[in-house]
């Protein structure tokens, strides 16, 4: 398990968020992301996939996850 703020995430709060896998991650950010920071989510619900900007994202977030240890 792995722990990440919403911040590490591109968000805005440090809001920690716990997964088992980078794509749990993905979707406990997003729920986090439609709960506390509705304006963000719809921005980022709005963005196709393959939009620059959300690649880019996608490509920081697996560095962060990959070098982010695994909570004892």
Request: glycine content about 4%; charged content about 30%.
């Amino acid at each position: 398990m792995k722990t990440l703020k919403c911040k590490d995430m591109g968000g805005t709060c440090d809001h920690p968020m716990t997964a088992d896998t980078s794509e749990e991650m993905m979707n406990k950010g997003m729920a986090h992301l439609n709960e506390a920071h509705p304006e963000m989510a719809k921005s980022v619900e709005e963005m196709p996939k393959d939009d620059p900007v959300m690649v880019e994202w996608y490509k920081k977030f697996m560095q962060k996850w990959e070098a982010t240890p695994i909570n004892n």
